[in-house]
């Protein structure tokens, strides 16, 4: 059964930094891309960020692409999200998923496994 976990969300002010975390278990993990999405209030779910198994590839949305890094540490099959000089407009659940495959999508029908989410507070 494939487990995804995140953590590492919270309360922060604006300018603040935060690393999200997503762990994953049964699978193996470096085989699959992975993904970042949110989901604001009211709003739909949005892409972030994503990378490839090998790390090389990696996208981010264009209101992130300045400050978001997504890495991956495929001994230790967690993914990470480093977000830095954070936004109120930031505020959402947070979620990671895994892809189908060696393809780096952006879009969320694409992804397989989802974890349960995150919540990321930016106060202004």
């Known amino acids: 059964q494939v487990q995804l976990v995140e953590s590492g969300g919270g309360l922060v002010q604006a300018g603040d930094s935060l690393r999200l975390s997503c762990a994953v278990s049964g699978r193996r993990f470096s085989n699959y891309a992975m993904g970042w999405f949110r989901q604001g209030p009211g709003k739909e779910r949005e892409f972030v960020a994503a990378?490839?198994?090998?790390?090389?590839?990696?996208y981010s949305a264009d209101s992130v692409k300045a400050r978001f890094t997504v890495s991956r540490d495929n001994v230790k099959n967690t993914m990470y999200l480093q977000m830095n000089s954070l936004k109120p407009e930031d505020t959402a659940v947070y979620y990671c998923?895994?892809?189908?495959?060696?393809?780096?999508?952006?879009?969320?029908?694409?992804?397989?496994?989802w974890g349960q989410g995150t919540q990321v507070t930016v106060s202004s």
């Open positions: 990378i490839s198994w090998s790390g090389v590839r990696r």
């Open positions: 998923a895994v892809g189908y495959g060696a393809d780096v999508p952006m879009t969320a029908y694409e992804y397989e496994y």
